[in-house]
């Protein structure tokens, strides 16, 4: 079964895939495997947050702080 345009291709799970999952949970324990911050921003600068992802300026996530 197959997607067409602009359609969700069904999700289908497997061994593999399932596997795999269990090993980056594994690797991101170990602290092998982390996530990327482009930034750290205090919440009253969101606005310039978003527009930052707007145009694609970012890489990796912007975390926002109190």
Do not use: K, W
């Not at 497997?14 to 324990?29: E, I, P, T, Y």
């Amino acid at each position: 079964m197959s997607a067409g345009y602009g359609q969700t291709p069904p999700l289908e799970f497997g061994r593999d895939s399932l596997g795999h999952c269990a090993q980056c949970f594994v690797g991101a324990m170990r602290g092998e495997i982390y996530a990327v911050n482009d930034d750290v921003l205090p919440r009253h600068e969101a606005a310039e947050a978003h527009q930052r992802m707007d145009v694609g300026q970012v890489f990796g996530r912007i975390v926002r702080t109190r």
